[in-house]
C-alpha cells in the first residue's frame, strides 16, 4: 500500500488537489479516507498515468475520462480473454484441436 505522501513524491507537479480531484471523480479509489488514504499497486501506475495524460500531454478531463475508461477495458478484456485461454487449455485435445481449426477458418473469412 502506498500512502497520499509517498504518491504525491512520484511526480514533481503533483498535488493533493489533484488527487482528491482524481478521486471525487472515480478515477482513483484509495482505501481510508482524506490523509490516511492508502492506494493500490493499480492505483499508483493510474496516478502516473492520469498526470501523463492531464499535465504533460494536456488532455482536458473529459478526455482523460475517456482514455481512462478505455484503458479500463482493455485491462477488464485481457482478464477475461486470459480465463478463456485457461479453460481452452484445460480442455481435452480434440477440443482445442476443434477450436484452433474454427479459429483459422474464422481467420480467412
Known sequence: M???A???SLHDR?????VERWVARGLLRPTGSGD???FEQIDVAR???L???EGDIGFDNEAVETIVGLVDQVHTLRGQLDLLAHAIAAQPV???E???AALRRLGRT
Open 2 to 4: 502506498t500512502t497520499l
Open 6 to 8: 509517498e504518491l504525491l
Open 14 to 18: 503533483l498535488t493533493a488537489m489533484h
Open 36 to 38: 490516511a488514504w492508502s
Open 47 to 49: 496516478v502516473r498515468l
Open 51 to 53: 498526470a501523463e495524460l
Open 94 to 96: 480434440e477440443i482445442r
Open 98 to 100: 476443434a477450436l484452433a
